[in-house]
């Protein structure tokens, strides 16, 4: 579960990163200050592009854990191993969870 809080905690980090870069760059253009635009464009672009990477991680590790759960819970099904059928279902559930991050 550390993981989905460290998602939840990476997106609001770059989200909040990105408004305030956009912010600087807005009043930046508005007051005529070309260095406060760029440095707010350039914090913008730097936290959308980190974002896109985090979001790309996250699926990745979210299609592993479906996957795993799905060989867990079919190797438990066929051995009669309630134990390992129960950890399939919570890692297809955790990689359900992580989809929607």
């Known amino acids: ?59 990745a590790e979210a299609t592993a854990h479906k996957a795993e759960g799905q060989t867990q819970k079919a190797t438990g099904n066929v051995l009669g191993d309630y134990s390992l059928e129960a950890s399939g279902e919570g890692n297809i559930t955790k990689g359900e969870i992580e989809h929607r991050v």
């Open 1 to 59: 579960m550390s993981n989905i809080v460290e998602n939840v905690s990476t997106k609001v980090s770059n989200t909040a990163s990105s408004y305030i870069g956009g912010a600087k760059q807005t009043i930046g253009e508005t007051i005529n200050n070309p260095d406060l635009a760029a440095r707010g464009a350039a914090q913008k672009v730097q936290a959308d592009t980190a974002q896109r990477v985090a979001d790309a991680k996250i699926q």
